[in-house]
């Protein structure tokens, strides 16, 4: 990934917005810097960063609600929440809109690890093959980032997009977690596992909310995308 990515860093302690700026300056990353979710909204439509990172706990409207409105406005910029360490449900909230999370403390090597596991899927949706994956009633236009389902046009992220290509290249096999974090995260992923699991579940809520179901859990061994025996 070109280090000349531009990143909005999004957080109202000083001390953790100086920190990353020098960190992601020494990386050869641009960046820019906002106090409070008002100040993230403004500078996000207007500066075309490449990656926002983003406090879950700001001052003013909380930075789950501000990645709601960037996708609601059309701003694609992958999002990497900053999450307290105890706080499991706000992780889980921000990844139904967000690409990842770093919980605080964090260390520099594992943020500037997930900015550019982030980066990376984010230019594989943007150089993506002109072809068009089918599955049933599932349709993805991989050069698009477009896909339906029974017809109906439906949105993922930057990642759930790749977690479900990867699912839908290898159709009828059981894929383990393993080999989902190595294909998906390409082993940059550090932290818990089970992030696997939560991206399974969102994918099922905006994928199998159509009969039949596509997505199997095969226990203990790993997930699958197939039609339902008959």
């Known amino acids: 990934m070109n280090g000349s990515a531009s990143i909005l860093v999004v957080d ?19 960046t820019g810097e906002a106090t409070s979710g008002h100040q993230a909204l403004a500078k996000a439509r207007v500066g075309g960063y490449d990656l926002i990172i983003l406090d879950v706990m700001l001052p003013d409207i909380d930075g789950l609600e501000v990645c709601r409105q960037l996708r609601a406005e059309k ?5 990497l929440f900053l999450t307290a360490r105890d706080a499991e449900s706000g992780k889980l909230a921000g990844l139904e809109h967000g690409d990842d ?6 260390s520099i090597d594992e943020i500037v690890a997930r900015i550019r596991a982030v980066l990376c899927r984010a230019a594989r949706e943007d150089h993506g093959d002109p ?51 190595a294909a998906v995260w390409e082993n940059s992923f550090v932290g818990d596992s089970n992030i696997v699991e939560i991206y399974i579940s969102y994918l099922r809520k905006k994928i199998d909310g159509f009969d039949p179901p596509l997505i199997h859990t095969i226990r203990r061994v790993g997930y699958t995308l197939r039609e339902p025996k008959t």
């Not at 109202?12 to 641009?30: M, N, Q, R, S």
């Not at 701003?75 to 999002?79: F, H, K, N």
């Not at 999370?101 to 964090?106: A, D, R």
């Open 12 to 30: 109202d302690e000083p001390y953790i917005t100086d920190v990353l700026t020098a960190a992601l300056h020494f990386e050869g990353f641009d």
């Open 75 to 79: 701003i694609s910029s992958p999002v």
């Open 101 to 106: 999370y770093v919980t605080k403390p964090f």
């Open 131 to 181: 072809e068009r994956l089918r599955l049933s009633d599932l349709v993805v236009d991989v050069g698009t980032h477009e896909l339906w389902r029974g017809g109906k046009s439906i949105e993922l992220t930057a990642t759930e997009f790749n977690l479900l290509l990867f699912l839908l290249r290898h159709p009828r096999q059981v894929l383990s977690k393993d080999q989902i974090l």
